[in-house]
T-cell receptor, first 115, second 110 residues
Framework: DTEVTQTPKHLVMGMTNKKSLKCEQH?????MYWYKQKAKKPPELMFV???????INESVPSRFSPECPNSSLLNLHLHALQPEDSALYLC??????????????FGEGSRLTVL | KNEVEQSPQNLTAQEGEFITINCSYS?????LHWLQQHPGGGIVSLFM???GKKKHGRLIATINIQEKHSSLHITASHPRDSAVYIC????????????FGTGTRLQVTL
């Protein structure tokens, strides 16, 4: 199994809603990532988890709250988002992080629209 | 100047043509990734390189560490190769982060 699975594929939410994006991998990877991608732009790193601990937070607003309940799962909790947060949210995983990161596997993304 | 520059930004080719996409970078790297993204879709990792050359099917990727340059070649291009191709580098100093190029939008026509 070399897949990173993201759910939901599409999400529409209001600015007062609370929702979550979910990411799952069963490759035994110990590093997992959240990226945000706006149209026709490259992905921007948001968070990196290594061995289920948050190792990088790229100064992301607190309305985005990541969680790594176990080595296979990564969640992104969303609350009080703004319309400018509408984007494609990509999850990725790799065997490790740092110099020996290895191959990066991406999910199909969750397309978020904030009304 | 961006740390990772790709050329061309847009490319249109006819089916069967040989395609080259270039990537130049200005920082020390531990690895370079070539990624593919179809419209509205997720990203597929094509290659991870730290030296030399790799081949997978009709795709070939090369890297010259001294010249800080990499190329992605597609032989016998096909309309299904139409996608955005992204070069991304892993800096030696910030190895958990990828620095992305702005992508090359490829359209292969019949």
């Amino acid at each position: 199994d070399t897949e990173v699975t993201q759910t939901p594929k599409h999400l529409v939410m209001g600015m007062t809603n609370k929702k979550s994006l979910k990411c799952e991998q069963h490759m035994g990877h110990r590093a997992m990532y959240w990226y945000k991608q706006k149209a026709k732009k490259p992905p921007e790193l948001m968070f990196v988890y290594s061995y289920e601990k948050l190792s990088i937070n790229e100064s992301v607003p607190s309305r985005f709250s990541p969680e790594c309940p176990n080595s296979s799962l990564l969640n992104l909790h969303l609350h009080a988002l703004q319309p400018e947060d509408s984007a494609l949210y990509l999850c990725a995983s790799s065997p490790a992080r740092g110099v020996n990161t290895g191959e990066l596997f991406f999910g199909e993304g969750s397309r978020l629209t904030v009304l | 100047k961006n740390e990772v520059e790709q050329s061309p930004q847009n490319l249109t080719a006819q089916e069967g043509e040989f395609i080259t996409i270039n990537c130049s970078y200005s920082v020390g790297i531990s690895a370079l990734h070539w990624l593919q993204q179809h419209p509205g879709g997720g990203i597929v990792s094509l290659f991870m390189l730290s030296s030399g050359k790799k081949k997978h099917g009709r795709l070939i990727a090369t890297i010259n560490i001294q010249e800080k340059h990499s190329s992605l070649h597609i032989t016998a291009s096909h309309p299904r190769d139409s996608a955005v191709y992204i070069c991304a580098v892993r800096n030696t100093g910030t190895a958990s982060k990828l620095t992305f190029g702005t992508g090359t939008r490829l359209q292969v026509t019949l």
